[in-house]
């Protein structure tokens, strides 16, 4: 299994002396599936849905997706399936089928999107993604324009006031209610069941996953970054491929501990 040691600093916890029961918490973008262009292009590979399924069952219902994307949105790209989910980077959360908590939509967003559709109506490659309850602005089509993009979020972030946060990523930047976070939904679901009393996984790959890998740190769990980059997380793995080869074997076999994670 290809796995990429974590920087110096990072002290790798040992996982594999027994067979834990674990919630595992799974980012979507760079994670489950490769980044894309934009942000519909994605792909999913048609056995994730199926396997999270089998997964979910294994591991008692402990398993949720942790992502900056709508609820909605997930749900179309792993339909006819359907999971316990933290969207909109902790803005919503459900369990159980129910939609438990929701930001309200913070009264000075519509103005911001306002001004994030001028900024990409006047150049060629950026894209703004309305979430309703966040907005977030892509350069991923026009890398060259990145400065003038971080710039725009950082003074419209600015104008928007304390209600709102702005929130890095790869290629993109998100206004999001500023209670919103992935590290908060996460805590908030291992409050209840089926995650009481499991130890926590969270798998990411982007700064935006920084605030679950620092919870599930402080939770004495294990968190795992996909990829390169300076991170918080205590191991690695090198792609959303190798992370769907464990989570494909772990559904064959029927059964998913921490220790598949930590496997040389």
Known sequence: ????????????????????????????????????????????DRRVGPALEKLRS??????ALVSGRPISVLDDFLTPHRFDVAGLHGAQVRLAGE??????????????????VRFANSHVGIIVEDKRISVALHWRLAPQL???ALALMH???????PSVRLQEGKSVAELVPAEASKGGAIAWLMREPPYLG?????????????????MVNALGGLSIRIGEGQTCATRRLASPTVLRTILLEAAESGSLSSHAFSQG
């Open 1 to 44: 299994m290809d796995l990429i040691e974590p920087e110096s600093g990072n002290q790798s916890r040992d996982f594999a002396t027994a067979e834990q029961e674990i919630a595992l918490f799974l980012d979507f973008d760079g994670t489950l599936v490769e980044l894309a262009p934009l942000p519909d292009e994605v792909k999913v």
């Open 58 to 63: 294994a591991l008692g219902g402990a398993l």
């Open 99 to 116: 939609v438990r908590t929701e930001s309200k939509v913070p009264e000075t967003l519509r103005e911001a999107t306002r001004e994030l």
């Open 146 to 148: 990145e400065e003038d």
């Open 155 to 161: 003074k419209v972030a600015a104008k928007t006031g």
């Open 198 to 214: 499991r130890t926590p996984v969270f798998i990411g790959d982007d700064i935006t996953d920084e605030a679950g890998f620092e």
